[in-house]
T-cell receptor
């Protein structure tokens, strides 16, 4: 159990275009999902917390108008990188939180590698 | 600022040895503690979680938690080259989980 999928696994796009990344919890319902970004040889950086049915909470320094998050159902959250530029090239990873055994556990998707030309 | 501190390494151990990875956390309200393994170019994979003081063993892995010292550790017995990866420590409560920067482990054949 506790499987999280992401789509696409990689994407190459031209500068100025928008890219949508999907994150799905396959075998559980996730009221909360998280979006991270990771640059090469650096640690995970939390971008935003996505709550089903409400607005996402963005971390300091993350532009909410550039990184649009929609969590329309208990199993799907999407991240749209709008007007992408080369500096947005990174590894984007989502995770979904499942409450089990009295504790919250967090499971990661496989990640999406974005390359902006 | 709720922080989770780890030495970035690299930590090098010979094959067959015990690898000891350490982590401290600043938020005394943390209730859940996790160890994730991340191979280069891949996303993190949950390998251990611990909620109570003491030791928890799973195969070659043992997680240790000391809430009084705000200290979490992961021991890997009989280390294998395939264990070479970055190990992320994480601490969390109800709202979210905070990750450390990860310790890079290198197991030398």
């Amino acid at each position: 159990g506790a499987v999280v999928s992401q789509h696409p696994s990689w994407v190459i796009c031209k500068s100025g275009t928008s890219v949508k990344i999907e994150c799905r919890s396959l075998d559980f319902q996730a009221t909360t999902m998280f979006w991270y970004r990771q640059f090469p040889k650096q640690s995970l950086m939390l971008m935003a917390t996505s709550n089903e049915g409400s607005k996402a909470t963005y971390e300091q320094g993350v532009e909410k108008d550039k990184f649009l998050i929609n969590h329309a159902s208990l199993t799907l959250s999407t991240l749209t990188v709008t007007s992408a530029h080369p500096e947005d090239s990174s590894f984007y990873i989502c995770s979904a939180r499942e409450y089990r055994g009295g504790h919250n556990e967090q499971f990661f998707g496989p990640g999406t590698r974005l390359t902006v030309l | 600022q709720k922080e989770v501190e780890q030495n970035s390494g690299p930590l090098s151990v010979p094959e067959g040895a015990i690898a000891s990875l350490n982590c401290t956390y600043s938020d005394r309200g943390s209730q859940s503690f996790f160890w994730y393994r991340q191979y280069s170019g891949k996303s993190p994979e949950l390998i251990m979680f611990i909620y109570s003081n003491g030791d928890k063993e799973d195969g070659r892995f043992t997680a240790q938690l000391n809430k009084a010292s705000q200290y979490v550790s992961l021991l890997i017995r009989d280390s294998q080259p395939s264990d070479s990866a970055t190990y992320l420590c994480a601490a969390g409560g109800y709202q979210k989980v905070t990750f450390g920067i990860g310790t890079k482990l290198q197991v030398i054949p």
